[in-house]
């Protein structure tokens, strides 16, 4: 229960180090006192998912890509060749 209630010395203290990160990050990047500055901090879990959900979009658009080349090589080779080229538009007569 303790741990879930500051004092309030405990909340000066965490004041006083972000106030610090603050002015650390102002002088770093040469900020005028005027801007706020927003210090986004992530939980080990936050970056965990976001990096997941980094690699899943990577592997669909691999997929995707493949799937792409794949049909478009095969479009391609049918085009190219006159007796799958004549097949396949009977084949697509049939079907309308």
């Known amino acids: 229960m303790k741990a879930n209630k500051k004092g309030f010395y405990e909340r000066y203290k965490h004041e006083q ?7 650390k990050i102002k002088e770093k ?3 005028s006192d005027e801007k706020t500055i927003v210090i986004e901090q992530k939980t080990k879990i936050d970056k965990a998912l976001s990096n ?3 690699f ?5 658009k691999i997929i995707i890509y493949m799937g792409i080349f794949i049909l478009s ?4 080779t049918i085009l190219m ?7 396949f538009f009977e084949l697509l007569n049939t079907i309308m």
Not at 17 to 23: I, L, P, T
Not at 56 to 60: D, G
Not at 73 to 76: E, L, N
Not at 81 to 87: K, Q, S
């Open 29 to 31: 990047y040469n900020i």
């Open 17 to 23: 180090k972000a106030k610090e990160k603050e002015q």
């Open 73 to 76: 090589s095969i479009g391609a």
């Open 56 to 60: 899943i979009m990577i592997i669909l």
């Open 81 to 87: 060749n006159e007796a799958l080229r004549t097949t």
């Open 52 to 54: 997941l959900f980094k």
